[in-house]
Each structure stands twice: as C-alpha cells, then as structure tokens.
C-alpha cells in the first residue's frame, strides 16, 4: 500500500458520549532502533487493553441498538397493522412491513444501528491491528536478541584469541591435509 492512505487508516467513532479518533498508521509503526523496540514492548499491553475495551463497548453498544430495533419493530408492527385494518378489511403482511420500514423513528434508529456496526468493525481493524503490531514486536525483540547474542559470542572468542588470527594476532597454522596449496599457501 505505501505511505498514501489517503485517510483510510483513520478510525473515528463514537461509543456513547466518547468520540475516539486513532490513526491507525502511527499505531501500527515500529520502532526502528532497541530503545525504542522496549518502549513499545512497555507501552503494548495499555494500547492493546484500550482497543479491546473499546471494541468491547462497541459490541455492547450494537447489541443494544439491535435489541431496540426488534422492540420498535413489533410496537410498530402492531400498530401499523391496527391502523390498516380499520381501512382495509384485511392488511397484507407486506404492506404492514413497508410502514414499519418507513416510519421514521425505525429509520433513525436503523441508521444508528448501522452506524454502531461501523464503528465496531472498525474498532476490531484496531485490535487486530495491535495484536499484529504485538507479534511483530516480539519478532524483532527475538531477532535482535539473537543478534546480539551472536555478537557476544564473536567479542568473546576475538578477546580469548579465537579470531581469525591466532593468539595475539599471529597467523594460525595449519594442519593435516587442510594446508592450502598454491601461491598463498607454500
């Protein structure tokens, strides 16, 4: 994708009265050097927890929403089908059904009800994103353990005269049948 997101990594929502705006970009970076590769590793857990409580309201918020669509679905119903039943001998289901899907108020709170799922997938784009940045983490931390590891070991058998030259500097011979032969090794 590049540095251009045009926007698209930007999370904003609104969970109750808390609006919250992220970019998802600056969260997901990485520090390019040990200091900071620990400072991510510290900080991780707080944003990981803040993302998953945050996703976790929005689910509650959904759930809500979704219970008070079903309830104001079947006040409406019954009362759209009272109503046309005094104009019309017998209302078709379907016609019951289009008036509860017009009335205004199943309207609004539909479209919160979509909003409220928007705002939940893009909170679970952030969490998921903060596990990856987790495991990423981790991964470097591992590769730059090793690296260092790595390099103790060299310092250790450069110090103890393990090195490419023998014990203070001098060449080391060789033996047995590993002898070079040629210019570089008469």
């Known amino acids: 994708m590049g540095k251009a997101d045009n926007g698209i990594l930007k999370v904003s929502v609104t969970i109750g009265a808390r609006r919250f705006e992220e970019d998802l970009a600056a969260q997901a970076a990485t520090a390019p050097d040990i200091e900071g590769l620990n400072r991510n590793l510290a900080e991780h857990p707080g944003r990981f927890a803040e993302w998953a409580m945050l996703e976790a309201l929005a689910r509650q918020q959904c759930e809500e929403l979704d219970a008070r669509v079903k309830f104001l679905d079947a006040e409406l119903f ?74 103790l070991v060299i310092a250790r058998r450069t110090a103890a005269g393990f090195g490419s030259k023998g014990p203070q500097g001098a060449d080391v011979p060789w033996r047995g049948a590993n002898k070079p032969t040629g210019p570089r090794g008469a």
Do not use: F, H
Not at 116 to 141: H, I, P
């Open 78 to 151: 019954e009362k759209y089908q009272a109503t046309l039943s005094v104009t019309v001998a017998k209302p078709t289901l379907d016609a019951i059904k289009a008036r509860v899907t017009m009335d205004s108020r199943m309207v609004a709170l539909s479209a919160e009800a979509r909003g409220a799922r928007a705002s939940l997938e893009q909170l679970t784009v952030g969490r998921q994103t903060m596990q990856m940045k987790r495991d990423t983490l981790l991964a470097l931390a591992s590769n730059w353990r090793a690296e260092m590891d790595s390099n």
